[in-house]
């Protein structure tokens, strides 16, 4: 699985930090601080260049163990740089001394290892049974039931807590409306549900999905929604967007193809001439076992 750099993941960044759900984060925190488990061990899947650990490690606290699972090596190579930035920006300390890192903040300590694992190959070489937490963000769509059902009965075996961010769930808005805009949703979520290197993928109903299979593994399950809202000011997001949703669309629905392209042409057009604005729908996922108290 690859295919995200760092160009895209440092656009969509600032629209994730502001979606995310704080009422979850801060549920999450309180949970985690019942388990009284320190060092907390902690396993991002498909981390790309960080983003989770570091929006998470100052919301969660204390001392921390961060196992990076991300088999890009682009993404895997500008790991460190990404993180010693981020660090001399937000006052803390990053240092690296062998193959394990260390991030030192107000409120937080973590030491980080990157594992250099393809999830859709060789997803047993995780360490899922050491983690107290699992989490995730944009993954959880792109994987298909079977490997859903493996990573979720991995979690519940260890007893994990675990949080799946941003879950692409098949809503798109935009303002002003054109005729086009549900051929153009419907063919992208079609698209959404082809093989993205795991098998089928869950598409839009990979958060859903998720809360049944944890239910039936005796998790309680909180979900918030999570989505993008991109106003005036956010021209490079938007041109992105309406370059992947009308090329994932085409390859969809070829006959639809003419069509794609004027919707495309118009909308940029529009983003030219006036406002656009897209809100595109997410789902944050919380769980934890259901012996743990809220």
């Not at 300590?109 to 107290?132: C, N, R, S």
Request: glycine fraction near 10%.
């Amino acid at each position: 699985m690859s295919g995200f750099g760092t160009q895209w993941l440092a656009l969509r960044e600032p629209h994730d930090r502001h979606a995310r759900s704080a009422a979850l984060e801060e549920r999450l925190a309180g949970l985690l601080r019942s388990r009284r488990e320190l060092p907390l061990r902690i396993v991002d899947l498909g981390c790309g260049t960080g983003a989770n650990l570091r929006h998470l490690a100052g919301r969660i606290g204390g001392a921390q163990r961060w196992r990076l699972v991300e088999h890009d090596p682009h993404l895997v190579a500008a790991l460190p740089g990404v993180l010693d930035a981020w660090a001399a920006e937000h006052g803390h300390r990053f240092a690296r001394a062998g193959s394990v890192w260390r991030l030192e903040g107000r409120r937080f300590t973590a030491e980080v290892a990157v594992e250099p694992i393809d999830l859709a190959v060789d997803f047993g070489a995780v360490a899922i049974e050491a983690a107290g937490l699992v989490t995730a963000s944009a993954l959880l769509d792109l994987v298909s039931e079977s490997w859903l059902g493996t990573l979720l009965q991995r979690c519940a075996a260890a007893r994990a807590t675990v949080l799946f961010a941003l879950n692409y769930d098949g809503r798109i808005a935009w303002q002003p409306a054109d005729p086009d805009d549900a051929l153009v949703r419907d063919a992208f979520n079609a698209h959404q549900r082809t093989d993205k290197g795991f098998g089928p993928a869950l598409g839009p109903q990979a958060a859903a999905r998720s809360r049944q299979l944890l239910g039936a593994l005796g998790y309680r399950v909180a979900c918030a929604t999570s989505d993008w809202a991109i106003g005036a000011g956010d021209a490079a997001m938007k041109r992105a967007l309406l370059s992947g949703w009308a090329s994932a669309a085409a390859e969809a629905q070829p006959a639809s193809r003419a069509a794609v392209l004027g919707w495309r042409r118009r909308r940029e057009d529009a983003m030219a001439r006036s406002a656009l604005r897209i809100d595109v729908g997410h789902l944050d996922l919380l769980g934890w076992p259901g012996a743990i108290a809220a």
